[in-house]
């Protein structure tokens, strides 16, 4: 078994291939992240006009920002930094001689695969500890600093408080892209302050400037007692859009797996629709283990004589592959929030299809 690892496991040539590769991942990381950050800051440039943010608050909302960038171009840098580090060899004909010694693609392939299992596994980490805090701080000054809005609201996880013109609202959960509240409750108060009535809605869907309520129920609360009712009052109605709302989302970024696994629980306990989070929930999985996967896909490229010598190539053509990669996560990831796939089948199909592609490659090459 000590043999045959040895075999595998070349100690000199995968010394040589890790320092190859690493040099060109830093690299590439760096090119990724400076243009992600560029683009973005162009993107946003209306915004920081409009509100007359300040230079300071616009640095610190990029700063507060790069974290979740670094996780979310990490798998596109092990794609570029792979094909140019293993282009550079192809380039001085390194490859050539490797195969003539008899080296096989697994062998090349054996090396790197541990170093992009602990990329992947260091993504994981940094998204369970640095990410969700860097976040809620980008959250609180983009809202507070830049778009200079007040702080309407209490969070307690994905529940959140917000006092509106209709009374205090509080919501279970915010689905974004439904555009719709879940599990919505409304408080109002009487003339002394006391409550005086409950407004239940399951949810609330907004739908052409106006809100859409379901399943609501009505308490009126009395010093006789409690009377329900099934339906909204007379007349009422959620002044507010659902960009006021929008504004104090909470995103999945903001939690690490195991808070929003919790979260999630207690909603599903609530009754309250949590599809959508469920996808998120396997993509903090699915995700850091795109890095392992698209590395199956760079070294039989190179092993087949993909010469990216350069690293404007390396980049062009991680750009292309990581571009797929992610269209086709983007297209599984809706199917899954609309529930045409189950959650866990929506986070990883794009996963699977590449680690597919990059065995065929793997075994083209061999």
């Known amino acids: 078994m000590k043999y045959l690892l040895r075999q595998l496991f070349l100690p000199v040539l995968g010394r040589h291939l890790r320092r190859e590769f690493l040099r060109a991942f830093a690299l590439t990381l760096v090119a990724f992240v400076a ?5 973005e800051f162009f993107d946003r440039f209306d915004d920081f006009l409009e509100s007359q943010a300040s230079i300071s608050a616009i640095a610190r909302a990029f700063l507060f920002k790069v974290p979740l960038v670094v996780t979310q171009v990490a798998p596109l840098a092990v794609l570029a930094g792979a094909l140019l580090g293993l282009g550079l060899l192809a380039r001085t004909n390194e490859f050539v001689a490797l195969r ?9 392939l054996a090396p790197l695969a541990l170093v992009g299992a602990l990329v992947s596994l260091t993504t994981f980490a940094w998204n ?14 983009w809202n507070q600093e830049v778009k200079q809005r007040g702080a309407a609201t209490i969070f307690t996880g994905r529940e959140f408080w917000y006092h509106g013109v209709s009374g205090f609202y509080k919501v279970e959960r915010i689905g974004v892209r439904r555009r719709a509240l879940f599990g919505l409750t409304v408080y109002q108060l009487g003339p002394d302050f006391r409550p005086a009535r409950t407004i239940e809605v399951a949810q609330a869907t907004w739908r052409d400037g106006g809100w859409e309520l379901s399943d609501v129920r009505t ?3 009395s010093p006789d007692g409690v009377r329900e009712s099934l339906g909204a009052p007379a007349g009422f109605t959620v002044p507010e859009s659902f960009d006021d709302f929008r504004v104090v989302s909470v995103e999945p970024e903001e ?3 195991g808070t929003l696994r919790q979260q999630i629980a207690s909603l599903q306990a609530k009754g309250v629709d949590a599809s959508e989070t469920l996808v998120d929930l396997h993509l903090k999985l699915a995700l850091p283990v795109a890095s392992l996967v698209l590395l199956l896909v760079a070294v039989p490229l190179a092993a087949r004589g993909t010469r990216v010598s350069s690293m404007s190539a390396a980049t062009g053509l991680g750009f292309v592959l990581g571009f797929a990669y992610f269209v086709v996560l983007a297209f599984s990831r809706a199917l899954g929030q609309s529930g045409a796939l189950p959650p866990a089948l929506a986070a990883w199909t794009a996963n699977a299809v590449f680690s597919v592609i990059g065995l065929y490659l793997l075994l083209g090459a061999e």
Not at 35 to 39: E, G, P, S, T
Request: charged share 15%; glycine share 2%.
């Open 35 to 39: 243009v992600y950050v560029i683009a």
């Open 100 to 108: 003539a010694c008899g080296v096989s693609v697994w062998q090349v």
């Open 128 to 141: 369970e500890t640095v990410v969700p805090a860097s976040m809620r701080r980008w959250h609180q000054v």
């Open 219 to 221: 308490r009126e609360l």
């Open 255 to 257: 939690f690490s797996y």
